[in-house]
């Protein structure tokens, strides 16, 4: 098995410098599948890979496994080179010493889950073991991921929760520092996506290996993550926690990839400082400016999160207010959607609780200034 003990401290158990991938399409022009993404993965980290369909998530993630060939840059696990366009290093997917679970669980259904998961310690050549070692080795394995009793069962025989219990196992087997999950829970039904989430995150904070999970959801980037990369066609469009994410997107792109928003757009009237004034369809907005190229006169969004509004029929006091009409008032559980029309256009509010209001009421919008942002326009 590869050594990925860091070489120096260092050195992070992934980095990924200036990767490039472009694939040839038929009329012979190039998509630029990944397209100059830098990051490292620290020892115990989970890295999230998130964005729309086509934005270039599983060529990474296959290019850091060895499964693709990228055309430019470098990849090196815990200092060792694992693949450099300069030095035409690139080292085979079985030598890498990482597991990776895939979305079609990739088991073979007409044997046990016992031999499913034996198979990667007796097809890695260095490290050796006895037939014993291997059995408790595998047996402690399954008992881990909670389909112990399952052990001589045929896969083809099994729910698909299971199925990812046993693929999750073959890849955990081997203990290696770096496991990679590709869309992993997308073919399982709720209930189990979210009882597996939760018990994927206590088996890598227990074994601690790093982890690089990619998904289009983006409940389960901010459930799974100690950090997000949102990929915009090729493109680190941001890299960090979910909270800042959540609360600080760096572009209109991840502010609406992220959670629901509330968009206004409009144009810049005046600026102080980090705060900007925005003259929108449904009103004057004043809220945090996101970036320092933006001038008064400039074409803007104005977001917020419909958490983020208050809703009341007496005088408001915020400095950002809004006169509206309930459209629809929706009881959820936890909190209420309302919908409100102003001046023609759909914002909405959640409020904690059961407040269902009735269509036609006249109420008031608050907005605390600190909970709009004010991003360009073009930044999506
Ligand atoms: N083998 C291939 N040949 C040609 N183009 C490809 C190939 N694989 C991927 N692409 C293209 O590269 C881009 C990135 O694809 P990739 O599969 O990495 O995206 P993704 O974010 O993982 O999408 P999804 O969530 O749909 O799997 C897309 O435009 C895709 O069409």
């Known amino acids: 098995m590869p050594d990925l003990s860091p070489r120096e401290d260092r050195d992070p158990v992934v980095r990924v410098e200036n990767l490039a991938k472009g694939f040839r399409r038929r009329d012979g022009s190039t998509v630029p599948a990944i397209d100059g993404v830098s990051f490292d993965v620290g020892p115990g980290d989970f890295l999230v890979l998130l964005g729309p369909s086509g934005c270039g998530k599983t060529t990474l993630l296959r290019s850091i496994a060895g499964l693709e060939t990228p055309d430019g840059g470098a990849i090196s696990f815990s200092g060792r080179p694992q693949f450099s366009a300069a030095s035409q290093t690139n080292v085979p997917p079985e030598r890498r010493g ?173 600026i102080k400082g980090e705060t900007a004034e925005v003259e929108t369809g449904i009103g004057s907005l004043t809220g945090h400016l996101n970036a320092e190229s933006v001038a008064v006169g400039d074409r803007v969004a104005a977001m917020w999160r419909p958490e983020s509004g208050t809703m009341t029929n007496s005088d408001p006091v915020a400095a950002n207010r809004l006169r509206g009409t309930v459209k629809a008032s929706m009881f959820v559980g936890s909190y209420t959607e309302q919908v409100v029309d102003v001046a023609g256009q759909d914002v909405r509010v959640q409020v904690p609780g059961a407040n269902v209001l009735s269509p036609g009421d006249d109420v008031w919008v608050e907005i605390s200034e600190v909970d709009v942002l004010v991003m360009p326009a073009e930044d999506t």
């Open 98 to 270: 990482v597991s990776m679970v895939f979305q079609s669980y990739a088991l073979w259904p007409h044997m046990t889950a016992f031999r499913n998961v034996s198979y990667p310690l007796e097809s890695r050549r260095s490290g050796k073991r006895s037939k014993s070692e291997i059995a408790s080795r595998v047996r402690e394995t399954l008992d881990l991921v909670g389909v112990g009793e399952l052990e001589q069962q045929y896969v083809a025989q099994m729910s698909g929760g299971q199925q990812q219990r046993v693929a999750l196992a073959r890849a955990l087997v081997s203990n290696d520092a770096l496991v990679l999950f590709d869309e992993p829970l997308s073919n399982v039904d709720a209930k189990v996506r979210e009882q597996l989430r939760i018990e994927l995150l206590s088996l890598q904070r227990e074994l601690g290996f790093a982890a690089i999970f990619v998904t289009h959801d983006q409940a389960e980037a901010m459930q799974l993550g100690s950090r997000i990369a949102v990929l915009q066609e090729g493109r680190l469009a941001q890299l960090a926690s979910p909270l800042e994410i959540y609360t600080r997107p760096a572009n209109r792109y991840v502010a609406q990839f992220i959670g629901t928003m509330n968009e206004n757009l409009g144009t810049v009237t005046a």
